[in-house]
């Protein structure tokens, strides 16, 4: 029987490689573990910043909310007021980075994350992602919709929520994709990734779950270990060409996905996930397709992390666990919550 070989897989969205070791799965582990909280939480907190009706650190008071509830961030990132950084040598280049940052509670409940939400309770999450959106874009060029969950994704607030920046700038991510699929578009006046869903709609290897208006895959030329991709069927550019169906279905695959990930290691599985729409100032948008990443660092148990260091710093991405069988993995495990069986057991 041949040995797994390691081999490169090219990201077409970006032109970067990332290194893939299938042989190396059965070393040894010594590295480093991070601690699990398994701690039950309770639906409301009077400390937290984010619960229904308590105060914020400037002064702010959250309304009695039932579903969703957004706010400029009290914290964010992006500044509203110009700065000029003048130099007179071309090496030290600057550039203005004005926007702003918003926070969103999925919940009123500080104890549901998504997986723990029913999809009718994600639907009202993915309605404010498109309000969000059809408004911010009015303004901005980049609108960022993105979640980290979890303590070792830097998330300092346990209560389920998300966050938007939106500025002028194209982000270095946004910039390399909009080139790889404006350049594959001029080849062949098709759209990469609709080409890109349609071979691994016919392969099945990949695929997570789908149902009639999204698929969740992880990507051939994935680098995290239980990376996905989540594509819509019927290729839309951005958030405001969502119809009901299209919103509905969305909110379904979220949470067969994320009920998945828990289910793999039995714990909350951590992750940043971030929405890609296209660039608002684009005048055609037929090369891009609307399209959410999944990196989540968990890679052998819920304790024991993918770091990205050593080669993957200095070289390129590097992964053991192949593409292929990580959506083995995922498509394996039960989709109902392992705190729900356990509960009807």
Not at 125 to 131: A, D, G, L, N, Y
Not at 170 to 179: F, G, H, L, V
Not at 307 to 333: F, N
Request: with cysteine; proline share 6%.
């Amino acid at each position: 029987m041949q040995k797994p070989a390691s081999h490169r897989r090219k990201n077409q969205l970006t032109g970067e490689w990332v290194l893939v070791s299938p042989h190396r799965n059965n070393r040894p582990w010594h590295g480093a573990t991070e601690a699990s909280d398994e701690s039950e939480l309770p639906e409301h907190v009077d400390s937290c910043p984010l619960c229904p009706r308590n105060e914020r650190v400037n002064g702010a008071s959250n309304p009695d909310y039932a579903q969703t509830h957004v706010f400029t961030n009290d914290f964010g990132a992006l500044t509203e007021n110009e700065v000029n950084d003048d130099h007179s040598h071309p090496l030290f280049e600057s550039q203005e980075a004005t926007g702003m940052a918003k926070v969103i509670c999925f919940s009123p409940k500080h104890n549901k994350t998504l997986a723990q939400l029913t999809v009718n309770e994600i639907v009202p999450v993915v309605k404010t992602w498109k309000h969000e959106y059809e408004t911010l874009s009015k303004e901005f060029n980049c609108v960022h919709i993105f979640e980290n969950k979890g303590e070792i994704m830097g998330c300092s607030q346990p209560h389920p929520h998300g966050q938007i920046w939106a500025h002028q700038h194209y982000s270095s991510e946004i910039e390399r994709e909009n080139t790889k699929q404006l350049d594959y578009f001029n080849a062949h006046n098709k759209a990469l990734l609709n080409v890109y869903l349609q071979q691994e709609l016919q392969d099945q290897e990949r695929v997570v779950c789908q149902n009639d208006n999204w698929v969740v895959l992880v990507p051939y030329w994935a680098k995290w270990p239980f990376e996905t991709l989540v594509l819509p069927i019927s290729p839309i550019a951005d958030m405001t060409q969502m119809n009901e169906a299209q919103q509905r279905d969305l909110a379904d695959v979220i949470s067969q996905l994320t009920i998945r990930y828990d289910n793999i290691f039995k714990c909350s599985f951590p992750y940043s996930m971030g929405w890609h729409n296209a660039p608002t100032d684009l005048r055609d948008k037929s090369h891009w397709v609307l399209h959410a990443h999944f990196y989540p660092p968990l890679l052998r148990s819920a304790t024991v992390k993918k770091h990205m260091v050593g080669y993957e710093m200095m070289a390129e991405s590097q992964r053991d666990l192949t593409p292929e069988l990580a959506a083995k993995m995922l498509r394996d495990v039960s989709s109902v919550h392992y705190k729900e069986e356990v509960k009807n057991a």
